[in-house]
């Protein structure tokens, strides 16, 4: 149970509040709407830890979470989300590029994508940026209750053939914070990124 009883630190609106590096993090980035609070709330095993955004978009913050491990749980602020003015967007971008290809401490990236609609140009940019870092990034395909066994199936195999693209450290499962499967799945992926 690596995120359960995980406690709110810090949230920060611009690059230059980063809390020091202190501790493993591993960051969760998707889409907005896409089931990101959601998902963190499963697994933390709480249901509000990570605020479920009314108004898609306006959650711009970055979220610190310590976990019991000693890690860090970071929720970055949801993209894409269309009515946000293009300048606010374009600073939030910034900031998502700034904390992946910067961050010295984050470990690895956790990529919630709505398992109707995988890898969009976003979730795409977000794999541009983080991969080349060699760290491992796992894609969550979440609300997987909304699809068929069939579908379920047929959607991770074409997800797992695309994810190939950006190297060796990416993997995929399905997941469904209704359901709460996959649960144990994302805590095999991610526990060795920050335990020792
Ligand atoms: P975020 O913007 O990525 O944080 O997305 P939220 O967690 O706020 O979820 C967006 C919407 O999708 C909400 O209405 C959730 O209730 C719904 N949702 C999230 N996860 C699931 C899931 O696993 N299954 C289903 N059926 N709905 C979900």
Not at 147 to 163: C, N
Request: charged share 25%.
């Amino acid at each position: 149970s690596l995120f359960r009883h995980a406690t709110f630190e810090i949230s920060i609106a611009e690059p230059k509040g980063l809390p020091a590096p202190n501790g493993r993090e591993v960051a969760f980035a998707g889409r907005s709407n896409a089931g990101k609070s959601s998902a963190i709330n499963t697994l933390a095993g709480h249901t509000r830890l990570a605020f479920v955004s009314k108004t898609p978009g306006r959650t711009q913050l970055i979220n610190f979470f310590r976990l019991r491990c000693g890690g860090v749980m970071v929720d970055l602020p949801g993209y894409g989300y269309a009515e946000v003015p293009e300048k606010i967007r374009r600073q939030w971008q910034r900031l998502l590029e700034q904390y992946l290809t910067e961050r010295e401490n984050l470990v690895g990236l956790v990529l919630i994508m709505d398992s109707r609609r995988p890898l969009t140009p976003l979730d795409r940019q977000m794999l541009d940026w983080f991969a080349p870092s060699g760290r491992p990034v796992h894609v969550l395909l979440t609300k997987a209750d909304k699809l068929t066994r069939s579908e379920a199936a047929k959607t991770l195999a074409a997800t797992r053939k695309a994810l190939a693209a950006w190297g060796d450290a990416v993997s995929v499962q399905l997941f469904s914070s209704l359901k709460k499967t996959g649960i144990e799945e994302v805590e095999r992926v991610v526990a060795p990124w920050l335990i020792d």
